[in-house]
């Protein structure tokens, strides 16, 4: 097991790191809540194959899909950019913190159920964010 610390030293570098996290974290919830609400927009999906084809293209001609689409993209390069600034087995745990956010937004603005299994599953992902970033 190694234990050398993960992070960088203090600094402007361990600052920017977490600024990439927090924005490859907020660009992904963006896209996925978008993403749904748009989709939810469009109505069902079709039972024909031909049909949810069409639908599926259509929906790529959507602005709103399109920002969701480019907002997974520009994820991917701040992520990039935090992997430059920390060890990937102390980062990545992070990601878990966008479960939480896309839950609450759901449950906030699309309808979503919020119940108490997923609460108890929240409590537990934080518990083990804090673990593992010790």
């Avoid at 600052?15 to 469009?42: C, E, H, N, P, R």
């Avoid at 689409?69 to 430059?84: E, V, Y």
């Avoid at 479960?99 to 299994?117: C, D, H, K, P, R």
Wanted: aromatic residues 18%.
């Amino acid at each position: 097991m190694n234990t050398t610390n993960p992070l960088p030293k203090k600094g402007i570098r361990f600052s920017m790191g977490f600024l990439y996290i927090a924005l490859t974290i907020l660009l992904t919830v963006y896209g996925q809540i978008v993403l749904k609400w748009q989709l939810d927009q469009a109505g069902e999906f079709p039972p024909d194959f031909g049909d949810k084809l069409i639908f599926l293209f259509r929906q790529l001609l959507n602005p709103w899909v399109i920002s969701s689409f480019a907002s997974a993209f520009i994820a991917s390069l701040t992520w990039m950019a935090a992997m430059t600034q920390f060890e990937l087995s102390f980062a990545y745990p992070f990601m878990s913190l966008s479960f939480i956010i896309v839950a609450m937004i759901s449950f906030m603005f699309l309808g979503e159920t919020f119940t108490w299994a997923k609460v108890g599953g929240t409590l537990v992902i934080i518990a083990g964010l804090f673990l593992i970033t010790r």
